[in-house]
Nanobody, 124 residues
């Protein structure tokens, strides 16, 4: 069982930056692939970024490529999402998720554990 707790959301102006954190419980964090998803009002859950067991293995949605960076610190059981050059269309609830696979996973349905989400609001 893995419990995930996101933090770092908030209100930011367009062009600004935020860093989201996701703290995981359990001693097997390093064995999980991790992902970030988001859901805007009235829309479905959307893939944002994923990182494999190997921190150099990452994958991004086209809409965030070059602006967002996913990383992980296995010693701290934490995955991060650095978000730069934020746009109003990035406004959403951001969710962290964990999957018992070593590689990056894009499909939300494949993930085994989810956090409760953190709100990110970008004002234009």
């Amino acid at each position: 069982q893995v419990q995930l707790v996101e933090s770092g959301g908030g209100l930011v102006q367009a062009g600004g930056s935020l860093r989201l954190s996701c703290a995981a419980s359990g001693r097997t964090f390093s064995s999980y692939g991790m992902g970030w998803f988001r859901q805007a009002p009235g829309k479905g859950r959307e893939f944002v970024a994923a990182i494999g067991r190997n921190p150099s293995s990452t994958n991004y949605a086209d809409s965030v490529k070059g602006r967002f960076t996913i990383s992980r610190d296995n010693a701290k059981n934490t995955v991060y999402l650095q978000m730069n050059s934020l746009k109003s269309e990035d406004t959403a609830v951001y969710y962290c998720a964990a999957v018992q696979l070593p590689w990056t996973v894009v499909g939300a349905g494949s993930y085994d554990y989810w956090g409760q989400g953190t709100q990110v609001t970008v004002s234009s």
